[in-house]
């Protein structure tokens, strides 16, 4: 595909496909137990005085989001914008369609405080994946040699999204949903206990690192059978990724509002302090700042919501840079996908075959 389309890296560190493929393929670092030890003595929803966050606009900033505050009823959440959530897919959505791409459905954002705390983080890693889910859809019946030309740069890509995928994962397991559950961890039975959710995210988690590690394997098999199996091993694990999400998202945010009832300042600090914590989280990894901009990418599409988010996730420096930050990831990992949808013909759902535009 040539320079145009490889992914890069915004830290002015190479390309986001190159450098030490070991680094790409380990497991993520786990979060320190320092950072673990400041987040559970961060804010209880309940507790009549929330600490203080970092400075006071933080809160502020998430409430003057929504207009309506951060309490504890189903209105305007911390995070609510008029847009539609799926903002961040619009721009290709004919596209997709006409390729059969399996359908990602994004939850939608505002309905409360409690739901967009995992929202956000949910709706960027879908967003991810349904680019993956594209480029491998245009690739599946192409010509070998387009495969071949193009599967350098495809891999390139997927090497930035499995290592910030894997990092999610480990986030919302390690920070996100411990702190969600405080004092009331949810029963066995919920499916997002904690042995139960242990057990799903290993098997979501596996399934990338693996993908890493059979990179070989892949590039050993003939161009259309390696982009067909590629595309079976992500569509069954995208679907295993909605299951666990749809039950992580049902189970949570009742028990957030409920702990939260009459109390909207400790819900506003609640949603200012998890989104720092996901955020902090995210940036002790080994692409802090691809990784940054990759959790805030549903945000995308809903201005004020980003701002309110930014406004209470990232410390003054990170929020500052956060622009070129996403300027070097649009130029980079973004434009991969539209290189993908430029490239190549749109070919009718059911129909194999096509190639390069002339």
């Known amino acids: 595909m040539g320079a145009e389309g490889a992914p890069g890296s915004p830290g002015g560190g190479g390309g986001g496909g190159g450098g030490d493929s070991r680094r790409r393929d380990a497991l993520p670092s786990r979060a320190s137990s320092s950072r673990l030890g400041r987040l559970r003595k961060a804010v209880t929803v309940g507790s009549p005085r929330p600490p203080s966050l970092r400075s006071s606009t933080a809160s502020v900033a998430l409430t003057s989001a929504t207009g309506a505050g951060a309490g504890g009823g189903g209105g305007a959440g911390a995070l609510s914008t008029h847009h539609s959530a799926s903002a961040v897919l619009r721009p290709h959505r004919s596209a997709r369609a006409a390729l059969g791409v399996p359908a990602m459905p994004l939850t939608p954002l505002g309905d409360s405080w409690a739901a967009d705390i995992l929202a956000v983080p949910h709706n960027s890693m879908r967003a ?30 997927m090497d930035v999204w499995r290592a910030w995928a894997v990092r999610l994962l480990d986030a919302e397991e390690e920070v996100l949903l411990p702190w969600a559950e405080g004092d009331s961890p949810l029963p066995l039975g919920s499916g997002v206990s904690a042995e139960e959710r242990a ?160």
Request: aromatic share 8%; proline share 5%.
């Open 128 to 157: 991810e994946a349904r680019d993956a889910a594209t480029m491998l859809c245009r690739l599946v019946g192409q010509p070998d040699d387009i495969v071949d030309g193009d599967w350098a740069s495809f891999w390139g890509w």
């Open 199 to 358: 057990v799903a995210v290993a098997g979501l988690r596996r399934v990338l690192v693996k993908l890493g590690a059979h990179r070989d394997a892949f590039d050993a098999m003939p161009p259309a059978r390696r982009a067909a199996r590629l595309k079976a091993i992500l569509d069954r694990w995208a679907v295993d990724l909605q299951r666990y999400y749809a039950m992580v998202e049902a189970a949570v945010p009742p028990l957030l509002l409920a702990r939260a009832a009459g109390n909207p300042a400790a819900a506003t600090a609640a949603a200012a302090t998890a989104a720092r914590a996901l955020a902090d989280y995210m940036a002790d990894g080994p692409d802090p700042r691809v990784h940054t901009v990759l959790l805030c990418r549903s945000l995308d599409g809903h201005r004020r919501a980003g701002v309110a988010w930014r406004a209470a996730a990232l410390d003054r420096k990170a929020a500052l840079a956060f622009g070129l930050w996403r300027s070097r990831v649009a130029a980079s990992h973004y434009e991969t996908i539209s290189y993908f949808l430029r490239m190549t013909t749109v070919t009718p759902v059911g129909e194999v075959g096509g190639g390069r535009r002339a």
